[in-house]
């Protein structure tokens, strides 16, 4: 149980873990313990790709990852250098991430999702000198190297004409170790991993990670019952602060990790009748199509003991659901964080070996509680605090959740003033309302911040409002976020319209949006013409109302008036 003092939460432990990080670059780190687990264990596979069964060992990953570094000395990358990367999944990416990390350069990830216009001005403004994209990048990113003369070279990983294969990097000899020793001492607070992800005001903003926050993420919660070679099913993209830090766990624990470059629901249960994984990494759309798709009725899901997901709160139903078609799962192990903090909070996490017997125990004990978010991550401390008054709260009151703690970011790249408004005496501030039991169990209850999160994927209101009122018939416009139980939120818009264009029809405009954005991004809340935006003394629209009032008129998916 954790201990309350002074209305702030400190995690139940007698020893400091930052003690335990190790005083050594992180990518020496990894390649020690896996040189140490190949000693133990033998040369294994770790990374698979489910589809193409095309692979990397434990032994390959460190020689490629040292081929891979050679070829950036070559091409004279200095530290501090930003070589970005553009993928969903790949057996090679821990390699190349490996690499940039041991030339002392920074691993900047950026997303399919982003418009060509933003992906061009983050490499032009972060000063990348390389580029690692996959096939369905591969046009985009030719395009971007033209715009971008300081972009000196795109690596493919395929055959695209105008990039460079990445099997180029691996064609010669790594250079002796002992290049890769660099003389000043370790530095916690060095910066590794630029990391691009959607924000709350249309910008995405670069947040930097650094050694220390790396290792923070890395022996958070390891599980004791490690088997070499146990098998995992990693289904989300690795380009993502989850996607880094799981895949490096899974090396330090010597998982067998199967990886899906390409997604849809009928494979992820082909995938798991043929590799049969003990553990799968799921976000939400991949524990809904296990609950309700069809094949989930007729699919051998039996090998899976746990899963992992973060990014969003799974409902208790859902829950239910999943254990229900997973006839062998013992732990549903839930994060609650975000990428500036990375883990804040853990489900209660119960080693697989353990008996159903004591996991009933808990259950009739009350201990378990499917709708808390976990318990405090062993290296926080948490509080709860009144967002009018910066009061801070004590058990069972709701306010905005703050954390402190060796994983809070470096700050946001080049953007001082964005860093200070959430980061406050040390405290980060999540923007999330929650509270804390009297037993230390975290609750979330809802997002405060402007940000909409459809089946996990990041949509900013700002974005669609500007295309909405790009419309000519348009004076104002203002995108909310309406809870869906099966989908987190789902995209809804009011606008209002110029004097004179009476005849603009609801569908017409949501049309007009449709063919400049994502999926992600679609109206799946509909739109409807209202009269005023409601907006504060500061001009900020009082998006609060709005989800108020599409609550009180009895709102239905997709309604358009």
């Known amino acids: 149980m954790a201990q309350i003092k002074n209305k702030i939460l400190f995690p139940d432990l007698n020893r400091n873990p930052e003690d335990e990080f190790p005083k050594q670059r992180v990518p020496d780190y990894v390649i020690s313990e896996v040189e140490k687990l190949i000693q133990l264990h033998g040369d294994l596979e770790l990374f698979i790709d489910w589809k193409t069964r095309s692979s990397v060992t434990a032994s390959q990953l460190i020689d490629d990852a040292y081929k891979i570094a050679s070829q950036f000395k070559r091409r004279a990358c200095q530290p501090g250098a930003v070589i970005s990367c553009l993928i969903y999944s790949d057996v090679n990416y821990f390699s190349f991430l490996l690499a940039t990390w041991m030339s002392g350069c920074v691993s900047s990830s950026l997303q399919h999702s982003f418009s060509q216009e933003l992906l061009i001005q983050l490499i032009r403004s972060s000063h990348s000198r390389l580029l690692l994209c996959d096939m369905e990048s591969a046009e985009r990113c030719r395009a971007i ?5 300081e972009l000196e070279e795109v690596f493919v990983l395929g ?11 691996l064609s010669d000899e790594a250079f002796d170790r ?16 630029m990391v691009f992800s959607s924000g709350t005001t249309g910008e995405p903003k670069g947040i930097l990670l650094t050694q220390q926050n790396i290792y923070s993420y890395l022996l958070t919660a390891r599980p004791k019952a490690n088997r070499p070679g146990m098998r995992t099913l990693f289904v989300p993209r690795i380009g993502n602060v989850m996607g880094l830090v799981f895949g490096l766990r899974d090396v330090l624990i010597y998982s067998k990790t199967y990886l899906m470059s390409t997604y849809r629901d009928e494979w992820l249960f082909a995938a798991i ?6 553990r799968a990494l799921l976000y939400l759309p991949h524990i809904l199509a296990i609950a309700k798709h069809p094949k989930s009725e007729t699919s051998n899901l039996s090998s899976i003991e746990a899963v992992f997901t973060a990014g969003m709160s799974i409902s208790k139903d859902l829950q239910k659901k999943l254990f229900l078609k997973l006839t062998s799962l013992k732990t549903f192990f839930m994060f609650y964080g975000m990428t500036e903090f990375a883990i804040g909070t853990m489900r209660p996490f119960y080693d697989y070996e353990e008996n159903d017997h004591r996991l009933e ?39 905005e959740l703050c954390f402190k703690g060796p994983s809070l970011f470096k700050g946001y790249w080049n953007n001082a003033e964005a860093t200070t408004d959430i980061v406050r005496d040390g405290w980060i501030h999540t923007g999330d309302v ?3 039991d009297d037993d230390g169990d975290v609750f979330y209850v809802q997002r405060n911040k402007e940000l909409i999160k459809y089946l996990g994927h990041h949509v900013i209101p700002s974005q669609l409002e500007a295309i909405l009122k790009s419309h000519p018939a348009v004076e104002d416009a203002a995108v909310v976020g309406i809870k869906s139980e099966d989908y987190g939120e789902l995209p809804m818009a009011y606008a209002i319209k110029k004097p004179g264009h009476d005849k603009l029809e609801a569908r017409r405009l949501v049309n007009f949006l449709h063919d400049r954005v994502h999926d992600e991004s679609l109206l799946r809340g509909g739109l409807v013409f209202i009269d005023e935006i409601p907006r504060n003394v500061m001009g900020k629209i009082v998006r609060q109302q709005l989800r108020d009032r599409a609550e009180s008129e009895a709102w239905k ?3 358009f008036r």
């Not at 190297?145 to 003369?149: A, L, N, T, Y």
């Not at 002992?178 to 991993?193: A, G, I, M, V």
Request: glycine share 8%.
């Open 434 to 436: 929650g509270y804390y």
């Open 273 to 278: 009748e043929e590799t049969k994984p003990e």
């Open 557 to 559: 998916p997709s309604s």
């Open 361 to 399: 125990e808990l259950r009739k004990n009350h201990k378990l509680k499917p709708d808390s978010v976990g318990h405090l991550c062993p290296m926080n401390l948490m509080k709860v605090v009144d967002e009018n008054t910066g009061e801070t709260l004590g058990p069972n009151q709701k306010g």
């Open 145 to 149: 190297k033209i715009e971008c003369p």
């Open 159 to 169: 055959q695209f004409e105008g990039c460079t294969p990445f099997d180029r990097l």
């Open 178 to 193: 002992d290049e890769f020793k660099r003389p000043e001492p370790y530095d916690p607070d060095e910066t590794l991993s």
